[in-house]
């Protein structure tokens, strides 16, 4: 079973970033994949979520309406749009999977290596 995360990178306030998550070798059961972030000195923090059976999606308040997670099942991949970028955003984010979506990081049981994002003029 396999998680890779990529499309990190460094970006200026404002602007955009798409994040890739592709898994590989999970059962149907593992329907849940989400983000997590984790800036210097901080803890985890769940990001978003969606389910890859009926594509339903959830966020946290801090990234509504300014990030969109979405599937593409035929490729496995799973991406998060991050748009008007804050430097608040700088975190490593990390792509994880488990059985359904929950804000607990114990919800989920495989993840993946990360992608740094750095917001920064």
């Known amino acids: 079973v396999q998680l890779q995360a990529s499309g990190g990178g460094l970006v200026q306030p404002g602007g955009s970033l798409r994040l890739s998550c592709v898994r590989s070798?999970?059962?149907?059961?593992?329907?849940?994949i989400g983000w997590f972030r984790q800036a210097p000195g901080k803890e985890r923090g769940w990001v978003s979520c969606i389910s890859s059976s009926d594509g339903s999606t959830h966020y946290a308040d801090s990234v509504k309406g300014r990030f969109t997670i979405s599937r593409d099942n035929a490729k496995n991949t799973v991406y998060l749009q991050m748009n008007s970028l804050k430097p608040e955003d700088t975190a490593v984010y990390y792509c994880?999977?488990?059985?359904?979506?929950?804000?607990?990081?114990?919800?989920?049981?495989?993840w993946g290596q990360g992608t740094q994002v750095t917001v920064s003029s």
């Open positions: 994880t999977t488990g059985l359904w979506c929950g804000l607990d990081i114990d919800t989920y049981d495989y």
């Open positions: 070798g999970f059962t149907l059961d593992y329907d849940a």
